[in-house]
């Protein structure tokens, strides 16, 4: 069969699927460990620009045989650099100062359902009967995360900041998504990520530079703070981006989406064995939902 369903995933295309998901879990993971040590928007910021750093050399070529194609599409780079890079990854940092990489993950894994509503208001797709219940179904999920299983907190909206600082951080990148998904410029990847990072690097300084001035202590360089910059700098940013590009291309464009349902699951994991942070019976439901949610939203 020539279809992507009628494929068989060998060993390579399973780690490829794999991999992504576990990197980013790891990441969740290593910005907990960072709360308390290195900033959440400085984090970030080190972070994209020691990454940047080593996409240059391999990059660097391109972005100078594409330089015409560049300045034509400064705009739309800005505009996702500012979401994904600046955005979006300052946001997760930020939840983790407060919530709980179990939290964070299972929050990400509703972007299905911010998908469907960036697309429908903002993008003209139209939404069918199953993706408004695959939709519901992630909303219920996300809820169960939201209020840890206690429906008073409703009333109450005594929601961790984490928790809604990680809801922004998914509404923006589903706006990333669909902008990548309408408005990608035809680049080589490398020359796409290297220039994303710039202007996200860009965006960000200012905010890095006020977050440094604020702050009531200065900022420790020690053994651990290297080895989280090493982490973020390479494996979730660089090595899992190609990874996944890769999983696609070979996998197609429906089969990854299950994957990224195994994050919070790999989070859990983590958590458990790096943080003591054990799963909640609320954690396990919202899954459930989330991935019931992303299985019936995706139905052809």
Known sequence: MSSTAG????????????F???AWAGNAIVGRLAAGTIPPITLNFVRWVLAGLLLAPYAWRGVLAHRAALRQHAGVLAAMGALSIASYNAFQYLALTTSTPI??????????????????????ERVKGWHVAGALL???????????GDVARLAQLDFVAGDLFM?????????????????RPDLPLPVLLFAQIVTGVIVSLPFTAWE????????????????ILLYVA??????????????????????PVFFITLTPLFAALLSTLLLGDWPRWYHAAGLAFIAAGIVLAQRR
């Not at 494929?7 to 794999?18: G, P, Q, Y």
């Not at 972007?111 to 509503?117: A, G, K």
């Not at 992630?138 to 840890?148: A, H, I, Q």
């Open 7 to 18: 494929r068989r995933i060998d060993l390579t295309t399973l780690f490829l699927l794999t």
């Open 20 to 22: 992504p998901p576990l």
């Open 103 to 124: 939290n964070v993950t299972l929050i990400g894994a509703s972007t299905p359902l911010f998908l469907l509503i960036i697309g429908a208001l903002f993008f003209g």
């Open 138 to 148: 992630c909303l219920v999920g996300v809820s169960f995360v939201l209020l840890r």
């Open 167 to 183: 809801l922004a951080a998914t509404v923006t990148w589903s706006a990333y998504t669909w902008l990548l998904r309408k408005q």
């Open 212 to 227: 440094l001035a604020t702050l009531d202590h200065a900022l420790q360089w020690n053994p651990k703070v290297a080895g």
């Open 234 to 255: 390479t494996i979730p940013s660089l090595m899992a981006y190609f990874v996944w590009d890769r999983a696609i291309a070979r996998a197609g464009a429906q089969l």
